[in-house]
């Protein structure tokens, strides 16, 4: 997911919440560290 359909458009409007709350996760977890604190 590029940067840019995270952070265009409303997501209120997107048609599949749970997809796309699944899309940002998995980007998430791909560039954030893994830091428990």
């Given at each position: 997911?590029s940067d840019?359909?995270l952070?265009?458009?409303?997501?209120?409007?997107?048609?599949?919440?749970?997809r796309?709350f699944?899309?940002?996760?998995?980007?998430a977890?791909k560039?954030?560290?893994n830091?428990?604190?």
């Open positions: 997911m840019t359909e952070t265009s458009g409303d997501f209120t409007e997107a048609a599949e919440p749970f796309l699944a899309a940002w996760l998995d980007d977890t560039s954030e560290p830091d428990p604190n």
